[in-house]
């Protein structure tokens, strides 16, 4: 059975998932290697929920993982120097490794492993990464160059979708390189089912909101990336008590979010996943403003929901999952104007977001963990002794 050791800094809820059914399936052995050692121990507090955080799914169960000692003396995922693992390919080499799967290179001991292992066994890249916010002057022909120097060592890349595929491209790799591996969530956990939709119902009891009212929801980090006082400032603008607008999270916005509300609109706390497809079920309609987002799970678990989505052109996703009239619509990102537009249709076609949820639950099951896995198994395997 071949090998494939996965290089990435700690346990994500999306990832886990599917590490664990790479492992089940048994078609490759898999381990885990996490470079951010110090998050074993740490209280979860995250900086753009600002609150702590501590996920109700389980992150490291059902696959074989270690933690590798990180001896920086800062250590962290949002700088180069924050992870610097000196035993990393020592542990990779002596666990028997035949590939090696490394998320992200912006880190010290990712980047050193991508060199090294480099002609020696296959060497596979997994990043979401676009070019969505990118000038085109000096500084983005020089990352270009940058990048190219960087994936000169990686003979595959794994693109979540098209505008990453078109970044992985401008770094220099050719088609036979690049395999797509989706951006998905767990499919069967988000779904409209009777139990979902109960509990859909009581939040919306919770917050007032009778089931023959039109719901509008963003759900996210209340930061500026994702920009929810554009979307607040639309909603203020819509005073038809038959329209309703909720903002579920937490984030260092959330007082300036909360000074304007009004009797349409709502505010919820932070979700954890196993309440998410509830909180998806409550609404109509799933709203996704960000500025900068290299993908947007949220708009996936909101499609397997069955709800229609409207995301900005700068969601990495909207490419990729949003057919215009049928799934959702796409919005240029910053402009009021074209959001609220978007949202006026809606209200004037209520009864044709059932079907539109209906498009975007049926066009999500692609996206899944089985794509994932199969993709990954399927390459691996075809490497030669």
């Avoid at 809820?13 to 790479?22: I, T």
């Avoid at 898999?30 to 955080?53: A, H, L, R």
């Avoid at 074209?338 to 209520?350: V, Y």
Wanted: aromatic fraction near 12%; proline fraction near 3%.
């Amino acid at each position: 059975m071949k090998h494939l050791a996965i290089i990435t800094t700690h346990p994500i809820q999306y990832n886990a998932p599917w590490f664990r059914l790479l492992a089940e399936r048994g078609h490759i052995a898999i381990k885990v290697f996490y470079t951010w050692s110090q998050v074993q121990n740490e209280e979860k507090f995250d900086p753009g929920f600002g609150k702590t955080i501590e996920w109700d799914i389980p992150l490291l169960e059902g696959y074989d993982y270690t933690f590798v000692k990180n001896t920086s003396k800062s250590p962290g995922s949002k700088t180069y120097r924050g992870i610097q693992n000196p035993s990393l390919i020592q542990e990779i080499v002596a666990w028997g490794a035949d590939a090696v799967l490394v998320f992200g290179w912006k880190f010290k001991s990712h980047l050193q492993a991508i060199r090294y292992f480099h002609n020696k066994i296959p060497v596979l890249f997994r990043g979401d990464s676009t070019f969505l916010n990118r000038n085109h002057g000096i500084k983005n022909h020089l990352r270009k160059l940058a990048l190219k120097r960087v994936f000169k060592s990686v003979d595959y890349a794994l693109y979540v979708g098209k505008h990453n595929k078109e970044y992985f491209e401008a770094a220099g790799l050719n088609k036979a390189q690049l395999l797509h591996v989706p951006h998905a969530i767990d499919i069967s956990r988000f779904n409209n089912g009777v139990e979902t939709k109960k509990e859909g119902e009581i939040y919306r009891g919770r917050l007032g909101i009778s089931n023959n009212k039109l719901v509008f929801l963003f759900a996210g980090k209340f930061e500026d990336v994702k920009d929810p006082i554009l979307f607040l400032d639309v909603a203020s603008e819509i005073s038809d008590q038959d329209v309703h607008f909720v903002f579920a999270g937490n984030g260092p916005m959330e007082r300036d979010l909360k000074s304007r509300k009004a009797s349409n609109i709502h505010f919820m706390d932070f979700q954890n996943q196993k309440h998410m497809p509830g909180l998806y079920a409550m609404s109509n309609v799933y709203v996704l403003p960000s500025k900068n987002e290299t993908w947007g799970l949220a708009v996936n678990e909101a499609m397997a929901c069955g709800r229609p989505v409207l995301v900005s052109d700068k969601c990495g996703c909207a490419a990729d999952l949003v057919e215009e009239g049928k799934t959702g619509f796409v919005f240029r990102s910053g402009d009021a104007d074209d959001l609220k537009g978007k949202i006026r249709w809606c209200i004037q076609h209520k009864d044709e977001l059932k079907q539109m949820g209906e498009n975007a639950h049926e066009k999500i099951q692609d996206w899944s963990f089985e794509k994932i896995v199969t993709a990954i198994e399927n390459l691996v395997n075809s490497f030669e002794e």
